[in-house]
């Protein structure tokens, strides 16, 4: 089956960093855009950062800077490295893949990243 796994959500302090990680299982994961997406209480989902099949990135104006998307294809694995973690960026945060081609979209079950102190 299809799974997209997330992992390295933490409490963390502001200031701090932290690295997510989503393997993916059961697509050909190189034909795939990858993307991260958020989502804290009360507030709309919101994609933070993606990344093409070809490598190019976008970043929501807010993480610009200070967030990083990357994959590795022989891993299966995307990435996002957050530094300078602030609360406003305390969500669940959720690997999305799609491919256009095909018209195909999958979510992982998210992990949760809280910065507070």
């Known amino acids: 089956q299809v799974q997209l796994v997330e992992s390295g959500g933490d409490l963390v302090q502001p200031g701090g960093s932290l690295r997510l990680s989503c393997t993916a299982s059961?697509?050909?994961?190189?034909?795939?855009?990858m993307s991260w997406y958020r989502q804290a209480p009360g507030k709309e989902r919101e994609l933070v950062a993606r990344?093409?099949?070809?490598?190019?990135?976008n970043y929501v104006d807010s993480v610009k800077g200070r967030f990083t998307i990357s994959r590795d294809n022989v891993k299966k694995t995307m990435f996002l490295q957050m530094n300078s973690l602030q609360p406003e960026d305390t969500a669940v945060y959720y690997c999305?893949?799609?491919?256009?081609?095909?018209?195909?979209?999958?979510w992982g079950k998210g992990t949760l990243v809280t910065v507070s102190s």
């Open positions: 999305n893949s799609y491919w256009s081609t095909i018209n195909q979209e999958f």
């Open positions: 059961g697509i050909r994961f190189s034909n795939y855009e």
């Open positions: 990344i093409t099949s070809g490598g190019a990135t």
